[in-house]
């Protein structure tokens, strides 16, 4: 049940009759949840309005979450907080705090705006930059491919772990979610309270657009109990009758979206989350002119599609992000305004244009890619389109932005902001894993891993041969099938064998100008050349 919305934000929820009726009016029927109760910035408000019973569950499963380990943390807070940048380092307070001053006020023209796209699976190995080896002319993405000839493209950005709640966790919050137990950090009612950096946009409107429902995972009472005067746009907030479970479609979403940031009588910073591009796949009847393609078997095998529907969810999807923007060039907010878009997370599913190297470490998982563009900005010479081929990750989006942006703010996160030339010289970025044994970290072009493996490659030009040692200290054999390598950059997937950190091996300072490690107990599983004039490695694991 809805009370009138309140300055500033979206509906007020009413946790009385919600209690009552042990749900909320929606289309979709969500089930009352906890997070409902947390439609205030207001802590006390929150905990009043929480239905014990009902939470009861939330909480027993919460606590099986993964505790702090404050002697790790303190062991490596040296090595974090000078990558950070921490101008202060305190190892007793486990502060990573930076305060960035921002553009002089003097210096100020008129406030940028801020939009952050967030696309539904958009994972590197299915778009237009991934290598396309069939000889068939393919183009899977084309406005996102269009749009990065005028932007400063990322193509080594990663989401740290997989789901989507996990993504949004950690864009928001700057914090890798990499809780593995007791669900996601979203809903750990003990992880509610953060400082996300939205709110150092002072004097500007702030949205968060969702097709759908913010009910899933919590997310709405992280959001609104985090972000003060948020505009929460949702399923209800829109004129465009939903189009399967997921709510609108990924094309009236940016359609409304836009009119929305019109409407905004100040400066925003806005986030507009999408969710097509997921089973059932649903292609809209009003769908501006969108025609769906039968590809051929080969197309749908090197970029990794299960079959023809979700080959076209993608299009389609790419296809309303084009559409987006040509609403959003006729805005009078369009040049004044920056947009970063990526995906939420990447996909399991493997792709014969991904070499074994690319495939072992598991990177079809986390790799998206990313872009910042700002037509504006480029035409005033503050930006310069092109490439950085730093990894990076969801944590540095808004850091990155702010910095663009000008604005002061306080930072106590894990992200760098990636305009700043001094990050260049050390750039990594995590990969959580559904485990321990499969945290990796990407360092150019070396993906570390913890995890046990008993696969290694073996290069005979011009193909992979995917070797097993099923059997210790028995030579290897290889599997009958071959795989042409690709055009994707080299890869080392490096697994750690006798220890529980692969952040340890990296801070040794050890390096190996060779693809043998010579630190006894390390596993190189998989190596992929610099595409097709490969120089031929041999076997890459040592007992």
């Not at 929460?232 to 004129?239: D, P, R």
């Amino acid at each position: 049940m809805e009370r009138p919305h309140r300055m500033g934000g979206g509906p007020i929820r009413d946790p009385v009759h919600e209690v009552l009726g042990y749900g909320q009016i929606s289309s979709n029927l969500f089930p009352l949840r906890w997070s409902n109760a947390f439609f205030s910035v207001d802590k006390n408000i929150s905990i009043l309005a929480l239905n014990p019973i009902q939470n009861l569950f939330d909480t027993v499963n919460a606590a099986r979450g993964t505790r702090p380990d404050i002697e790790a943390t303190r062991e490596s807070y040296p090595r974090v907080a000078a990558w950070l940048r921490v101008p202060n380092p305190d190892p007793q307070k486990l502060d990573f705090m930076r305060t960035v001053p921002g553009t002089p006020a003097e210096r100020q023209e008129k406030p940028l705006n801020v939009v952050v796209i967030i696309m539904e699976s958009m994972t590197w190995p299915r778009t237009s930059f991934s290598p396309n080896l069939t000889g068939i002319p393919e183009d899977t993405t084309p406005n996102l491919m269009a749009l990065s000839k005028d932007s400063l493209y990322y193509p080594l950005f990663f989401a740290p772990t997989r789901t989507t709640a996990r993504a949004i966790f950690t864009t928001m919050t700057g914090i890798p979610d990499v809780n593995r137990s007791g669900g996601t950090s979203s809903r750990n009612q003990a992880l509610v309270d953060q400082a996300l950096m939205m709110n150092e946009f002072k004097g500007y409107s702030k949205y968060y657009m969702i097709g759908g429902s913010a009910s899933w995972a919590n997310i709405r009472g992280f959001l609104s109990h985090n972000i003060e005067g948020l505009h929460l746009l949702e399923e209800g907030s829109w004129k465009a009758p939903n189009t399967d479970v997921w709510g609108l479609s990924d094309l009236d979403l940016f359609r409304e979206a836009a009119a929305a940031l019109t409407k905004s009588p100040k400066p925003f910073v806005a986030v507009i989350q999408t969710a097509g591009f997921h089973r059932p796949y649903t292609i809209p009847e009003d769908n501006a002119g969108f025609q769906i393609k039968q590809p051929s078997e080969a197309i749908l095998k090197n970029y990794g599609f299960t079959g023809a529907d979700e080959y076209n969810s993608l299009r389609f999807s790419d296809h309303s992000l084009g559409e987006f923007f040509k609403i959003a060039r006729q805005q009078p907010w369009f040049d004044n305004t920056v947009f970063a878009i990526f995906g939420d997370h990447g996909l399991n599913d493997t792709s014969l244009n991904m070499s074994p190297g690319y495939l072992a470490c598991r990177l079809q998982s986390n790799h998206t890619p990313m872009l910042i563009y700002a037509p504006g900005l480029v035409a005033a010479g503050k930006l310069q389109p092109g490439v950085d081929g730093r990894p990076c990750g969801q944590p540095d989006i808004f850091p990155t932005l702010a910095s663009l942006a000008g604005i002061p703010y306080r930072y106590n996160a894990m992200g760098r902001n990636l305009l700043d030339p001094d990050t260049k010289r050390d750039e990594m970025q995590f990969l959580g894993g559904e485990t321990e044994s499969t945290v990796r970290l990407w360092k150019t072009a070396i993906a570390i891993s913890a995890k046990p493996t008993n696969t290694c490659i073996k290069w005979t030009p011009p193909y992979w041969r995917i070797c097993s040692t099923r059997t210790p200290n028995a030579p290897p054999t290889c599997a009958s099938t071959h795989r042409t390598s690709t055009t994707f950059p080299n890869i080392f997937c490096i697994t750690i064998k006798n220890s529980t950190s692969s952040e340890r091996l990296l801070s040794s300072r050890k390096t190996w100008d060779s693809p043998q490690p010579t630190k006894a107990g390390v596993c190189a599983s998989a190596f992929v050349g610099c595409g097709r004039d490969c120089i031929p490695h041999g076997y890459g694991c040592i007992p």
